[in-house]
Structure formats: C-alpha cells, structure tokens
C-alpha cells in the first residue's frame, strides 16, 4: 500500500515582515518552491540550519517548502495543553493528512503530485523559538515557547524541495515513495 | 569518531562518445557538478531511473557525480573473478578510501570538502549494464556483464550533487556528516 498524502492546505509567506503564512486555494509549484515565498529560490544563503558551511555563502536550497501533519501538529497541541496549532504560525507551506508519522520520512524519497510534479524531502525540521513565540503570544502564555520546542521534537514536520515543477491543489493526493 | 573519504581519484566524462571517465589531479566543483562532464548540469532530463516523471522532462539534477570506494571495487572484482575494475570503466567521478560500505551511505548526507565545498549523497547507484558490457570487453568474457549486475548490488557507489562549489583535489580528506 502507497503511503498517501492528502493536501489539505497551501500556504505562502510573502509578507516580508513575518514568517506567518496566508492560505491559497492552489499554486504553481516551480524550481525554487513557491514563487513570492520567503524561502523561495534554488539557492539560499547558509545560516543556522546548516552550521557546516559559513554565514551567507551560497548553497542549494533544500529548504524551500515546510510541511507539516494535522496529525502531528493536534499531538503537539494536546502535549503543550492548547485547544490547536494553527499551520501559519509555524510558517508552514503544506498542510497534509493521512501521513501520522510525516516527520519521520527519510531524507531523499519523493512526494509525487497528480499534476506531475514532484518534491523531494529533506527530512525533520527541527523546532526552533520563532513559532514557539507566536503560539505563546496568541494564548498570551510565555511559558509556551520552551514547551513548544521541547514537545514539537521529531513532529514538527519536514522541509522540502522542488525537483519538478508542477501545480498543486487543496485536495490533492500525494503519493509517497519510499525507495 | 567522524567518518573520513580519502579521494583517491578525480575523473571526468569529456569524450561525447562515452560515459568512460579519464583522471584529473583536481577540479572546481560548480553548482551543477564538474563542468564539461556528461553528468553536468543543475537541472536534468529525467530518464529510466526516474520512472515516476515522462522521459525527458525537465527535473532538477540529483546525479551529478559518481562516486565509488576503492574497497568494494575490489570487493566486486574479487566476486566476478577479475583482477580489478578501473573506476574509469563505470563512468566514475570520484574515488574514495577509507568508507568501506559508501554505497551504504543514506540520501541526503552531506560530505564536506578542505575547501570549503559540499556534497550531498543521493544514495545507491544500482548498477547496470553499460560498465558491465566495457568490463567484459577489457577482459574479454561476455559472461561478466550479468554477473557484474548480479555482484556489483549495493556495492556500486552512490550518486551525489554539489550543494556548494569548491576545489576538490586529490589527496583531500572530506568529512562524512552522518546527520
């Protein structure tokens, strides 16, 4: 049985003042993720996440899409005792279902979509105090950024790249290969 | 204990009429791979071992480079009953010593060069029939393109891309970064 994702939202970063993102019905993925993102581009600049390479130099964007898990995400709300955790507050760019253990997903293998096109997971993204702050700041409780880190471990979901263009659509099937 | 590649050799595919490679004492790595190689390029046409895209449509290139390990070269060898096979023979980019089981190496895994440059391991390179044919032909035996197939499983070498360009030299020892 294929593993099968169903995308049950879209969402884009293009306000440049905040990582939160904003809902779309359907996108036209292309090389670099999605066009007017904050992450969009087949080339990034290095930073935190990749501590082996300097500040600033230029490598290739494996980080262009967030993805995260209804699933995944309802768990980190009852770890954390909140009533939910909304995708935009931790940036997200897909929300899938069907998919309990999305974080988990090795590196490598591909997530195919019914227009053709394809993405490429680069594993865990890992928690970090940016979505912590906001979730803290709309249950106006301080304490939650640190309990977000902690409990969103290995739940967070993946980041993503694009290796063919393709549109996608809220309803879409993604099926999951796995080799 | 972290684990280091020697390169051993460095080798390029510049003769059009074939994927056999010949040796460098260095190269600068570009985003794409090695300049002028068959293999070169950001982006690629998707062929047989991407059967879930249509032939020739545009993907972004995973298999810029080939690498192999001196260790299972002979290993193979010793398994077909042949003094040795040249890593020029199967259209090899890079050699290596030192990771006895490379093409056990998972997707996604980065080696880091002294120069400050990158790769990412994209996983096993199955063999097939090509290399086997021009083995055969340099020992004279029909019969070692199968049994090549057969012996050369996850022995092969992997495929790797380059997330940030930069000198790569004989003699230099990258550092496997296994997360």
Same mark, same amino acid.
């Given at each position: 049985m294929p593993l099968i994702a169903r995308i049950e939202a879209i969402l884009i970063a &293009? &306000?440049?003042?905040?990582?939160?993102?904003r809902a779309l019905d359907r996108v036209a993925l292309q090389f670099g993720g999605i066009?007017? &993102?904050r992450h969009f581009g087949i080339f990034a600049k290095a930073g935190v996440r990749q501590p082996m390479y300097k500040r600033g130099q230029e490598i290739m964007n494996r980080r262009?899409?967030?993805i995260v898990s209804v699933e995944e995400l309802q768990g980190i709300a009852e770890r954390i005792g909140v009533d939910h955790i909304k995708p935009e507050w931790?940036?997200?760019?897909l929300v899938v279902s069907g998919v309990p253990e999305?974080?988990?997903?090795?590196?490598? !293998?591909?997530?195919?979509?019914?227009?053709g096109g394809g993405l490429v997971c680069e594993g865990e993204n890992e928690p970090c105090s940016g979505p912590?702050? !906001?979730i803290a700041s709309h249950y106006n409780d301080s304490l939650l950024?640190?309990?977000?880190?902690?409990? %969103?471990?290995? %739940?967070?979901?993946?980041?993503?790249?694009v290796e063919r263009p393709?549109?996608?659509?809220?309803? &879409?099937l993604a099926k999951i290969h796995m080799e």
């Amino acid at each position: 049985m294929p593993l099968i994702a169903r995308i049950e939202a879209i969402l884009i970063a &293009d &306000d440049p003042s905040t990582f939160v993102t904003r809902a779309l019905d359907r996108v036209a993925l292309q090389f670099g993720g999605i066009e007017g &993102d904050r992450h969009f581009g087949i080339f990034a600049k290095a930073g935190v996440r990749q501590p082996m390479y300097k500040r600033g130099q230029e490598i290739m964007n494996r980080r262009q899409l967030s993805i995260v898990s209804v699933e995944e995400l309802q768990g980190i709300a009852e770890r954390i005792g909140v009533d939910h955790i909304k995708p935009e507050w931790l940036g997200a760019n897909l929300v899938v279902s069907g998919v309990p253990e999305l974080t988990k997903l090795p590196m490598g !293998i591909r997530m195919m979509l019914p227009s053709g096109g394809g993405l490429v997971c680069e594993g865990e993204n890992e928690p970090c105090s940016g979505p912590g702050r !906001i979730i803290a700041s709309h249950y106006n409780d301080s304490l939650l950024t640190k309990l977000f880190i902690q409990k %969103a471990q290995q %739940a967070r979901g993946i980041v993503a790249y694009v290796e063919r263009p393709g549109e996608i659509r809220v309803g &879409d099937l993604a099926k999951i290969h796995m080799e």
